[in-house]
């Protein structure tokens, strides 16, 4: 049985996708981007304005389930240029409490949905 997550407080998919699914006591998300949720606009001023609003989108999105970054399995960053790699790191690192980070993967991509800079998906366990 699988349960579908979409919250309000997350922009809208811009796809046939659901925001995250829910199997067992695992969470899947679909990757976020920086879009805002009440204005459907990018949030693209920087990279670390960026990183920041994708990680605020996946924090909601991780309430929405009952769980939270402390839950998280994996997390997969799609960056456009490696270049951004440091400031990303550091925004992605300070939404863990702890250094429990979970494993993680990060690759460099031709292009993102919307030319955005950072997309980040993960698998997080629910309690």
């Given at each position: 049985?699988?349960?579908?997550i979409?919250?309000?407080?997350?922009?809208?998919?811009?796809?046939?996708?659901s925001?995250?699914?829910?199997?067992?006591?695992?969470?899947f998300?679909?990757?976020?981007i920086?879009l805002?949720a009440?204005t459907?606009?990018?949030v693209m001023?920087?990279?670390?304005?960026?990183?920041?609003k994708?990680?605020s989108n996946?924090?909601?999105?991780?309430a929405?389930?009952?769980?939270?970054f402390?839950?998280t399995v994996?997390?997969?960053?799609?960056?456009?240029?490696?270049?951004?790699?440091?400031?990303v790191?550091?925004?992605?690192?300070s939404?863990?409490s702890?250094?429990?980070?979970?494993a993680?993967?990060?690759?460099q991509?031709?292009?993102?949905?919307?030319?955005?800079?950072?997309?980040?998906s993960?698998?997080?366990?629910?309690?």
């Amino acid at each position: 049985m699988k349960k579908i997550i979409n919250t309000p407080k997350v922009a809208k998919p811009i796809g046939p996708y659901s925001q995250g699914v829910v199997v067992g006591n695992m969470l899947f998300t679909s990757g976020q981007i920086a879009l805002d949720a009440v204005t459907g606009n990018l949030v693209m001023e920087d990279v670390r304005t960026e990183t920041h609003k994708v990680m605020s989108n996946l924090k909601e999105l991780l309430a929405a389930a009952d769980t939270d970054f402390g839950n998280t399995v994996k997390t997969s960053i799609f960056l456009k240029s490696l270049d951004d790699f440091p400031t990303v790191n550091e925004v992605y690192a300070s939404y863990f409490s702890n250094t429990n980070f979970p494993a993680r993967d990060t690759v460099q991509v031709a292009k993102l949905p919307l030319d955005v800079n950072v997309e980040i998906s993960m698998i997080v366990e629910i309690f």
